[in-house]
């Protein structure tokens, strides 16, 4: 069998591999852990917004959950901010829709929008990277991109993440300004820390119709939102975010948090070094805006190594969960497509980190004990290294993108994707 021909079915059998493995750990997962996911907080907020109620009233929440046809449960579900909804206002009407049907209803449909706009993602990657999906390349792009845990994460939690980065992406990679900018004002919407850097990508590329029409469309959602609260609802929300960040809670990236390796941003790392939460809340901005400066200046010769890197960016100074690392999958037609070169090699090899679930395994670990309490809150290079792996991951991609002379590789074929 001629080598080429052995490479093409080996790229396809571990593309099938990969289509089982996303479906499995996404979706499957979805439907077998019932009726609580991320998506149920925000769809207790926006049914009660439709209603001209609360969104943010943690009082109400029990009671509109289970008129929607959400299973019964006992006490706060695991954690009080399980019942505080802190995503911005500008998601509810985003989200409204879904809130018309029952749960299960809505929770299936919410499912099914991110899967339907996953293989368009794909195609934007493609588009944007001058890659033929048909081609080797293409393929084994897919095959990788379709492996990312994050992904699976974010699809199997039902995170809005997953929609607010195949938004802002298919946005970048659509041909209408107007098009692209409202698709990327949506992703604005759903999730500001993650699509302000789409938005920062088309200022730097100067392509003012798609930004300003971005940014038209959050602040329309936003006054359309503000336009049905009830008085009140501010100070809950701001009681809310008070919850969401609590010392000790699940968001909070000091050692009181014993799954705060499951945060990218760099005050983890930060605050284990200084034990000040005011120092190391500012540094990360100070090393973002350092490396933003660093991105601004450079030259790209792809586009996509530009947007990647940005939004890798984006990960560092601000509230992160491992699964918004999903923007990863930026990279991996560039990186592909230079693998004969030392950087490409490097930013797979950064890559293949997001190929399985270290942090989670890690506290599987720790809850088993064996990883002790003593070396998960005291030792220092597990504080710094391994426990905050991931991100250290996103410092050697972002490095080796902002680094180094950059090697011009042909697109394949005359026009993209």
């Not at 399980?82 to 409204?96: D, F, I, Q, T, W």
């Not at 100070?286 to 996509?304: E, F, N, P």
Request: glycine letters at 8%; charged letters at 15%.
């Amino acid at each position: 069998m001629p080598k080429r021909k052995f490479s093409r079915y080996l790229i396809l059998l571990c593309l099938i591999a990969a289509t089982g493995e996303f479906l499995v750990r996404g979706p499957v997962r979805t439907i077998r852990q019932g009726s609580f996911t991320d998506f149920s907080g925000m769809y207790v907020a926006s049914r009660e917004w439709i209603a001209g109620a609360n969104p943010y009233s943690s009082s109400q929440f029990k009671m509109v959950w289970l008129a929607a046809g959400g299973e019964p449960f006992l006490g706060d579900r695991g954690s009080k901010s399980n019942l505080r909804p802190a995503y911005p206002p500008s998601s509810l009407p985003v989200l409204a829709p879904f809130a018309f049907f029952r749960w299960f209803t809505a929770r299936d449909l919410f499912l099914f929008s991110a899967l339907a706009l996953f293989p368009v993602l794909l195609w934007s990657v493609l588009r944007l990277g001058q890659v033929r999906w048909s081609s080797d390349k293409g393929l084994l792009f897919c095959a990788f991109a379709l492996a990312l845990s994050p992904w699976h994460v974010a699809i199997a939690g039902q995170s809005i993440t997953a929609q607010a980065i195949e938004l802002a992406v298919i946005g970048c990679a659509l041909r209408s300004p107007i098009g692209g900018g409202l698709l990327i004002g949506l992703a604005l919407c759903l999730k500001p820390q993650l699509a302000v850097w789409f938005v920062l990508y088309e200022i730097a590329k100067k392509r003012w119709r798609r930004a300003g029409a971005a940014c038209a469309v959050f602040g329309t959602v936003t006054l359309v939102s503000l336009g049905r609260m009830p008085s009140g609802w501010l100070d809950s929300y701001r009681e809310n975010l008070r919850y969401f960040f609590a010392v000790g809670g699940v968001n909070d990236f000091t050692t009181a948090n014993a799954i705060r390796f499951d945060l990218l941003n760099l005050q983890v790392m930060f605050y284990y070094l200084v034990r000040m939460y005011r120092v190391a809340n500012t540094l990360p901005w100070l090393v973002a805006a350092w490396l933003g400066w660093l991105w601004w200046r450079r030259d790209y010769q792809s586009d996509l190594a530009r947007l990647a890197t940005i939004a890798l960016i984006g990960l560092l100074p601000v509230y992160q969960r491992t699964y918004n690392a999903g923007v990863v999958i930026l990279l991996l037609p560039y990186a592909v497509s230079r693998w004969p070169e030392l950087r490409g090699k490097l930013l797979i090899a950064g890559c293949s980190v997001f190929l399985v679930p270290g942090t989670a395994i890690l506290e599987i670990l720790h809850h088993r004990n064996w990883i002790s309490d003593a070396v998960w809150n005291g030792s220092w290079w597990f504080n710094l290294i391994l426990g905050p792996h991931e991100t250290w991951a996103i410092l050697g991609m972002i490095g080796v993108l902002l680094l180094g002379a950059e090697e011009t590789a042909m697109p394949e074929g005359q026009t993209p994707g």
